[in-house]
């Protein structure tokens, strides 16, 4: 009878250690294979971020590329505009210059047929009957010219200035204050918009 009862404990030992090595290579499965989704689930995250981390930085580098490309763009729009601000400021300046100077050599032409008319009315008399009709002819002439831009250079008694003033000869000075002061013309000068046409040749006081 006590050789039953204990092999029947012995029995439910077995049985016991049996379940328990059961639970326990249960758990162990359990366990490994929580372990290996978690690991399965890290690696997939690993991937994930990897694979943004690249594709950020290949957006970055073609942002750069486009930047580079549009700052490349922009120095050439600006050069090209740069160049056509030049070329119309240019053209438009000569055509502006060619408006006002249009008959530039025109005029400088007939300016020896002026002096030879103010030459001749110096040396008309009074009672010539062709000098008042002369006089209104280089009138009329120097009105037009005038219209067109032509101006008279004032150079008796003021300062010699080279920019305006051609010396023919230099005198003694008449007076000390008459130092480098023109004393006479010998040809006069003229402006044509603002611009020299034709230095004065003048005798400067020295």
């Known amino acids: 009878m006590e050789q039953k009862e204990k092999e029947e404990k012995f029995e439910q030992e077995q049985d016991t250690i049996q379940t328990e090595t059961t639970q326990k290579e249960s758990e162990t499965v359990v366990n490994e294979a929580a372990e290996e989704k978690m690991n399965n689930e890290e690696h997939r995250r690993k991937s994930r971020r990897k694979r943004s981390e690249r594709q950020c930085e290949e957006l970055n580098n073609k942002v750069e590329e486009m930047g580079t490309k549009l700052a490349e763009m922009n120095d050439k729009y600006m050069r090209i505009y740069s160049e056509y601000e ?32 103010e030459r001749a009315l110096a040396n008309m008399g009074d009672d010539n009957t062709a000098k008042e009709g002369m006089q209104l002819i280089l009138k009329n002439m120097m009105n037009a010219l005038q219209q067109k831009g032509l101006k008279p250079m004032e150079a008796l008694g003021v300062k010699f200035d080279e920019n305006y003033h051609e010396a023919i000869t230099q005198i003694p000075a008449p007076a000390p204050e008459a130092k480098g002061t023109v004393i006479d013309v010998v040809k006069k000068g003229y402006f044509l918009n603002d611009e020299v046409l034709r230095f004065a040749q003048v005798v400067v006081a020295n």
Do not use: W
């Not at 070329?87 to 055509?95: D, L, M």
């Open 86 to 117: 030049n070329y119309r400021k240019r053209t438009s300046a000569e055509k502006a210059s060619l408006i006002l100077n249009g008959g530039k050599d025109v005029i400088k032409l007939m300016l020896p047929v002026i002096d030879d008319m």
